[in-house]
């Protein structure tokens, strides 16, 4: 006799990688054709009219073990170089904020190729510090993770996200290191030595 079930059953769930490169970057999975080139990999709809300094941003996205993992997909979201995000009056129309990139098969490093934002008001005019959002999916991650990018060259002591991190050596983690003339490093850790901090979205 099949017992009478009084409340919904968990639907099975599966970790995003590397399934969500299919779907999402269908040329990088090695699925080409569908797209005349791939959905959303540049922020930019015309890069030479963009508005504000143009960056690179390179890194890896590393396991607890330490090893780069080499299927990991990103999306970036962030305001412009004027502190507008897109869709809001005033905002840079050569620039759309999102982007969405890979690590590469090989090296597991991604490179960020974007406009270097401006701080914003947020809720209540509190100013936030400049910053990207990132959404990250790998292989083992069920859930995508949220995080953020800051910049060492700028002042990020009144940022009011960073400043909500109580364990303050972890801030650090959240801190693209500059290496070069419009050059960056920011790494992703999960776990272990140097976890990033990941928000709660």
Partial sequence: MVQKLDVL?????????????IGLMPTYAGNGGYYEEEIGTTPFLDESKAEGEIIEIVGSVFDGTGWAMRDALIESWQCDGNGIFPGQEGADPHFTGHCRFAADAETGEFTLRTVKPAGYKGRGGVASAPHISLWVVARGINIGLNTRIYFEDEDNSSDPLLARIEQRP???TLIAKKTG???YRFDIRLQGQGETVFLDL
Avoid: I, L
């Avoid at 059953?9 to 490169?21: F, I, K, L, M, R």
């Fill in 181 to 183: 003339e419009k050059t």
């Fill in 170 to 172: 972890r801030v650090d």
């Fill in 9 to 21: 059953q968990e639907t099975p769930s599966q970790t995003a990688g590397p399934y969500v490169h």
